[in-house]
T-cell receptor, first 113, second 110 residues
Framework: DAGVIQSPRHEVTEMGQEVTLRCKPI?????LFWYRQTMMRGLELLIY????????DSGMPEDRFSAKMPNASFSTLKIQPSEPRDSAVYFC???????????FGSGTRLTVV | QKEVEQNSGPLSVPEGAIASLNCTYS??????FFWYRQYSGKSPELIMS????GDKEDGRFTAQLNKASQYVSLLIRDSQPSDSATYLC??????????FGGGTRLMVKP
């Protein structure tokens, strides 16, 4: 099992550019989560999918952020346009039940200059 | 609002001592509880889960749960410098969602 796979590992972009982060959950996991982590705010849940359907997107900071899960093995988080305050580490995590906890991907470190 | 609270630390313990990490939560309906370890620059890694009141031991780690008092703790025996990391408490509230605490930074000094 390769675990949760995220790409890219690092992304540096200029303000105003579009950024797309990618995630492949563990096969068989039916729930997928996107988190953002900063020193100031810790881990923040952005959006949660269950069986490819968005269940809770209340954590998405604003309309510049969007997420999709077109199938059980792929999800994207898009920021358009990006701003310096979006700089953070973005984690994807997946699980197949409430008693199993999450498995996190390695994260994408985003820097917007 | 469902909350999970942890002391941010740093908690400093000498090598070989017992490190005690604590977490409180607000939702009495919570059923599943988890401890994650996060090394600097890495992703959170699940190290313990607990579902029933009492203690659960796994090697040098012991998780303790008291639902009446709404707290969960993690004890690390014979602490090693390699245990130095941030420890995140997570609580399952509804469906498959976890609420994370802010984490406690542990420093084990040789």
């Amino acid at each position: 099992d390769a675990g949760v796979i995220q790409s890219p590992r690092h992304e540096v972009t200029e303000m105003g550019q579009e950024v797309t982060l990618r995630c492949k959950p563990i096969s068989g996991h039916n729930s997928l989560f996107w988190y953002r982590q900063t020193m100031m705010r810790g881990l923040e849940l952005l959006i949660y999918f269950n069986n490819n359907v968005p269940i809770d997107d209340s954590g998405m900071p604003e309309d510049r952020f969007s997420a999709k899960m077109p199938n059980a093995s792929f999800s994207t988080l898009k920021i358009q346009p990006s701003e310096p305050r979006d700089s953070a580490v973005y984690f994807c995590a997946s699980t197949y039940g409430q008693n199993y906890g999450y498995t996190f991907g390695s994260g994408t470190r985003l820097t917007v200059v | 609002q469902k909350e999970v609270e942890q002391n941010s630390g740093p908690l400093s313990v000498p090598e070989g001592a017992i490190a005690s990490l604590n977490c409180t939560y607000s939702d009495r309906g919570s059923q599943s509880f988890f401890w994650y370890r996060q090394y600097s620059g890495k992703s959170p890694e699940l190290i313990m889960s607990i579902y029933s009141n009492g203690d659960k031991e796994d090697g040098r780690f012991t998780a303790q749960l008291n639902k009446a008092s709404q707290y969960v703790s993690l004890l690390i025996r014979d602490s090693q410098p390699s245990d130095s990391a941030t420890y995140l408490c997570a609580v399952n509230n509804a469906g498959n969602m976890l609420t994370f605490g802010g984490g406690t930074r542990l420093m084990v000094k040789p």
